[in-house]
């Protein structure tokens, strides 16, 4: 059933490479463990490809003006860095476009956090609403390379919003596994908007996951979960978007929330790579996530890695309520390449971090809070600095998940440190006006 369009292309310069074993595959070939069971990486010729890449050749791509005509080599955030991340022809991407995320930085929340020098890049800012679409356009991409007639994936929301976008623009099938019943509202209305056929499995994520894999090796369909080395290719260009736009000068750390695992993976990936290129002179340290309620990493690291742990994962952020990490060897490899640490938050840390990111206009779901909440944890345990500059990642949109939200701010959340709860008001001018007198 499947096709191969890549023969021609740049297939040489990259291929499958398992991080267990010797072992390589073409990138040619559908599969997404290798035979010895370890993950695989879209592994790229560095020695080839150093010098083709540079700042400049990043730099002169974003000068072009979007527009509807201008083509994703040019308008998205990620195919600006196609070689390094998926060599093709421009006809082939599937894109919508994604990335060119804004960074922010409020000086209230920065004074809450603790730090003079604190940015947030904001994937919630993607077409879906979250950074999944970066994993996505290469994923869908790929799959299209591939000939696949379906995609599928299993996912807490944000991951199967994205694949119904994407696999609606290219034309393609999209099946879903989702949770029974511990989906955000607006992340479930995305998928089905979309038009993507969604089972939903009596079980959580981790029963989901399981299922998806056995049902792609079983039909062809092709799978589209982060252990697809693809997609993790297409995230990496988060940190290379982030440098380049403080001008290749990397912030000193770079903090972001951990469920399965893959962004922490590509995100150190993408990191090594950019030294390796030349492209960075210093690598920033990664700072990993996790809510304490789905904390199995975090376990892990404090055992030096010694024991692969997991758990029945129960959190607010449900973005990150995973309790066994597709990606856990990969990221460990991350943070050997960066020097990188891993922390972990209560929910209660997490919504009112929440609450502050977006009490100042900025606005996050529950998961993405990970990233600010543990970054002020961090910086109270002495292991950031405060004088250090720090790049937070928002991983999420605000309106992803409007329940948790109006919970924390009507009194359903009990030890909310920051409701702005609704106001009951007679329906009379003076009634109003004494109520607008009092908070002036
Ligand atoms: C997927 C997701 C995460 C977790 O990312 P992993 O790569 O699974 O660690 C965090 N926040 C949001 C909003 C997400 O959608
Ligand atoms: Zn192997």
Redesign the pocket.
């Known amino acids: 059933m499947m096709t191969n369009n890549l023969a021609n292309e740049a297939a040489t310069t990259f291929k499958l490479q398992c991080i267990r074993c010797p072992k390589t595959y073409p990138v040619t070939e559908v599969r997404y463990v290798c035979d010895c069971g370890g993950l695989l990486d879209v592994w790229h010729d560095l020695e080839m490809l150093r010098p083709q890449i540079s700042r400049g050749l990043f730099d002169g791509r974003l000068s072009g003006v979007p527009g509807p005509r201008v083509a994703p080599t040019t308008n998205s955030g990620v195919w600006r860095y196609r070689e390094i991340i998926l060599p093709t022809t421009v006809d082939n991407i599937v894109s919508r476009p994604e990335g060119h995320t804004p960074v922010y930085e409020h000086p209230r929340l920065s004074q809450w956090v603790g730090l003079k020098n604190f940015y947030l890049k904001h994937e919630g800012e993607n077409p879906t609403g ?3 679409d970066r994993g996505m356009t290469v994923g869908v991409t790929q799959a299209k390379l591939m000939g696949a007639k379906a995609v599928a994936c299993a996912s807490t ?3 199967s919003a994205s694949l119904a976008a994407y696999a609606a623009l290219a034309n393609m099938a999209a099946f879903i596994f989702i949770p029974d019943g511990k989906i955000a509202a607006g992340k479930l209305a995305q998928a089905l908007a979309y038009g993507a056929k969604t089972l939903q499995i009596a079980g959580d994520f981790d029963d989901a996951m399981k299922l998806v894999r056995q049902v792609c090796d079983d039909t062809g369909v092709y799978l589209l979960n ?1 252990l697809n080395p693809f997609r993790l290719e297409g995230q990496k260009s988060i940190p290379l978007e982030i440098i380049q736009g403080f001008r290749w000068q990397p912030p000193d750390w770079i903090v972001l ?8 993976a590509a995100f150190g990936k993408a990191l090594y790579e950019a030294q390796q290129l030349g492209l960075i002179n210093k690598i920033p340290r990664l700072a990993a996530i996790q809510a304490a309620g789905a904390s199995p990493f975090y376990q892990s690291y404090q055992l030096n890695f010694a024991e692969r742990k997991s758990m029945k994962a129960n959190t607010v952020a449900t ?2 309520s ?1 309790g066994n ?1 597709v ?1 856990y060897p990969r990221a460990i490899r991350a943070l050997e390449w960066t020097n990188g640490v891993v922390s972990s938050v209560t929910d209660e840390e997490i919504m009112d971090a929440k609450a502050m990111i977006d009490g100042v206009g900025i606005g996050c ?1 529950p ?2 809070a990970a990233a600010v909440a543990g970054t002020r944890r961090l910086l109270a345990e002495g292991i950031i600095k405060p004088h250090e500059m720090v790049v937070g990642i928002l ?2 949109n605000l309106m992803k998940d409007s329940a948790n939200t109006v919970d924390y701010h009507t009194g359903a959340w009990p030890n909310a440190k920051y409701p702005n709860p609704p106001i009951k008001v007679e329906a009379n001018l003076n009634a109003v006006r004494e109520f607008i007198e009092q908070k002036l």
């Open positions: 979250s950074f999944k929301g944000n991951t982060s929330p951990a469920g399965n695992l893959g962004n922490t973005a990150i995973i990490p990606s779901e998961a993405s991983t999420g």
